[in-house]
């Protein structure tokens, strides 16, 4: 637990809005709805900064809580906490938390911020879960296509070393563009150990 504070702000972040709760701890609350546009942040920050607050606290939903960090954090200090672990402290376990609840856990130094990495190391980190799952999907892709050529009985691999190499790729496509395979036969480079065997893949596609 941190220090307690005498005013707090919540943000419940939405997609297309934003709820915001200023708490006193007085008990004196103040509540206002902010688009999540560019003009809607720098409106929800100049209110913030005007009623003095001296902490905001949001969840970690998704990457909304982003932009708001970066605008107001330079100003005013900005905890994003663990959506899990504020639902805990607020006994919802399945309901949406709302900025008063956020904002009366940080009046009272309840939320533990999470760690928050540099803008640079989350670009970072955002282009490698991209290529992740990117290489998933490829991967996949890959899968299916093999599927339908087994389902067809056409070995492919039986005779290039990667049937998604050069001369794979240029091989289907061919194929599929109602090539003949004898004017791609030539274009393809075979395994080392089959390469004088090219008339195989003319058999592979005769048999299957």
């Known amino acids: 637990m941190t220090a307690t ?6 943000l419940d972040i939405h997609n297309k809005f934003i709820l915001a ?4 701890s007085t008990g004196q609350i103040l509540q206002e709805r902010f688009e999540r546009t560019k003009d809607g942040l720098h409106a929800l920050k100049l209110w913030i ?9 949001c969840e970690s939903t998704s990457d909304f ?6 605008l107001i954090n330079d100003t005013i200090p900005v905890i994003v906490g663990n959506a899990r672990d504020i639902k805990a402290l607020s006994h919802k376990k399945t309901d949406k938390v ?18 928050i990495f ?6 970072f980190r955002k282009i490698l879960r991209l290529r992740h799952r990117l290489v998933e999907k490829r991967t996949s892709f890959k899968y299916q296509v093999r599927g339908i050529l087994n389902t067809e009985m056409i070995r492919l691999s039986s005779v290039l070393s990667d049937i998604f190499g050069k001369s794979g790729t240029m091989l289907l496509t061919g194929i599929i563009n109602g090539m003949q395979l004898k ?3 030539p274009t393809c480079i ?3 150990d089959l390469s004088s065997e090219s008339g195989q893949i003319e058999h592979l596609f005769r048999s299957s």
């Open 5 to 10: 504070v005498n005013i707090s702000a919540g």
């Open 21 to 24: 709760t200023i708490l006193w």
């Open 49 to 57: 900064t005007n009623h003095k607050c001296e902490v905001v606290a």
């Open 65 to 70: 809580w982003v932009p708001i960090y970066e």
């Open 98 to 115: 709302d900025s008063e609840i956020i904002a009366r856990l940080a009046l009272y130094g309840m939320i533990q911020p999470s760690r």
């Open 118 to 123: 540099s803008r640079n190391h989350r670009e």
């Open 183 to 185: 004017d791609i036969i």
């Open 190 to 192: 075979f395994r080392p």
